[in-house]
């Protein structure tokens, strides 16, 4: 791609320079006691960041985390990150308490060559998310005068025009940092010639979410296979009842209508596992795709699904994965999703996982992460990258 990198500013020499580094540390947070639950985002910016603390740079990192709604919101505060980030760094973090007001001012002020500072949580503030041109402009302003270069290693975030993403770097001196190039070039391979059969697996609650990128992935892959909770809408779209379970009724047309255009390139669930609740300890068995009784849920895909598309991803030389196959934080509905990802380790393929909750589910079933060949950091931002669409931190670095 046609953008600097962070070789390019370590070659200019960054020492006793400010660079100020915007990561994608929204990492899932445990709801009761707050705790980090996957820190593969965390590990994922150490790259670009240890390399800036070795050449002797005063690093400014900032992140989003979570959605607060432009104030400060102390469930969303960066703090904890913060702390795991000095852990796993070797090197203590400066924690602002705000993001550009007097303890971000002070804070970055203190730091001293090859100093890490972390401002507090960039969506406190409005003017992050804005619609409004002039009040984002505003925010990249006083985050500006806390860099002399930026460096975005956020890949999560590059599918959002937010002031952090796309108004700083018009401000600055801009590379992508190492994550980021490594998302790109990954992603490129997808979208440029991928080798054949090219098989895709999405999952995930949301049809609606998956659209755009059914549509633009149809005539590029040759399988496309589809479980999570959105399959039953397709499931409902070939005529078959699915009781209670997640369904977009308002989608149901769209579905018959992708159905009949795919040539036969999508593959549905034949089986599912069905539950008398959303819980972990419902009552629940496998039944036919076309047999879900009319007061039970789809919870999970069923063993006869997970060998067909094992059989599919078994031919495969390119996978792209997005979104858990089922409820595979509950046990029970853990085993279409394991089965999925356990397919993909043995496929002979280029494997790319794509998502947030994808690669959580990867860490929290104990896969190994190197068996696939790119976990990606991005849920969002890899899905519209694959759409082909233009990702306003990605023209943000090219400019
Ligand atoms: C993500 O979790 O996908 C990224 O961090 C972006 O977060 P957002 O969807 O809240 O913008
Ligand atoms: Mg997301």
Redesign the pocket.
């Known amino acids: 791609m046609s953008i600097r990198n962070l070789d390019d500013l370590l070659a200019e020499g960054v020492s006793g320079r400010r660079v100020l580094v915007r990561a ?1 540390l ?1 990492v899932p947070l445990d709801k009761q006691t707050g705790e980090i639950t996957d820190d593969g ?1 965390i590990r994922a910016v150490l790259p670009t960041l240890s390399a800036l603390v070795s050449a002797g740079a005063k690093v400014v990192v900032c992140s ?1 985390l ?2 607060p709604k432009g104030a400060p919101d102390p469930q969303f505060s960066l703090r904890p990150v913060a702390g795991r980030l000095g852990e796993l760094l070797d090197a203590p973090v400066h924690f602002a308490e705000d993001t550009v007001g007097d303890s971000a001012r002070s804070t970055v002020d203190a730091l001293a060559d090859g100093q890490v500072a972390l401002l507090e949580n960039l969506r406190f503030n409005k003017g992050e998310t804005s619609k409004d041109d002039a009040e984002r402009g505003a925010f990249a302003d006083q985050l500006a005068a806390f860099g002399d270069a930026y460096v975005d290693d ?1 890949f ?2 590059v599918h ?1 025009k937010h002031a952090s993403v796309y108004d700083v770097p018009a401000r600055l001196p801009h590379v992508a940092g190492r994550l980021v190039l490594r998302e790109v070039e990954v992603l490129s391979k997808l979208t440029g010639q991928p080798e054949r059969p090219y098989v895709v697996v999405l999952g995930g609650s949301k049809v609606s979410d998956k659209l755009a990128v059914i549509e633009a992935l149809l005539p590029t892959v040759d399988r496309l296979l589809i479980g999570g909770g959105m399959c039953f809408t397709f499931l409902k779209a070939q005529g078959h009842e699915v009781g209670t379970s997640l369904l977009e009724e308002e989608m149901v047309e769209t579905c018959r209508n992708l159905l009949e255009r795919s040539g036969g390139k999508i593959l549905l669930p034949v089986d599912v596992v069905a539950a008398d609740a959303f819980a972990p300890d419902a009552a629940h068995d496998t039944v036919r795709a076309d047999g879900i009784p009319s007061h039970r849920l789809g919870l999970d895909i069923g063993p006869e699904t997970v060998a067909g598309f094992a059989a599919a991803l078994s031919q495969a030389k390119t996978i792209f994965w997005n979104g858990p196959m089922g409820v595979f934080e509950m046990a029970p509905f853990a085993a279409g999703t394991r089965g999925v990802a356990e397919a993909i380790t043995k496929a002979d393929a280029f494997s790319v996982v794509g ?2 909750d994808s690669a959580a589910a990867v860490r929290a079933l104990g896969l190994d992460e190197s068996s696939f060949g790119h976990i990606s950091t ?4 890899s899905l519209e990258y694959l759409e082909g669409k233009a990702l306003p931190g990605i023209a943000a670095l090219e400019k």
């Not at 991005?378 to 931002?381: D, L, N, P, S, T």
């Open positions: 994608d929204n985002r989003h979570g959605r956020a999560g975030a959002r998502g947030g991005g849920g969002g931002a």
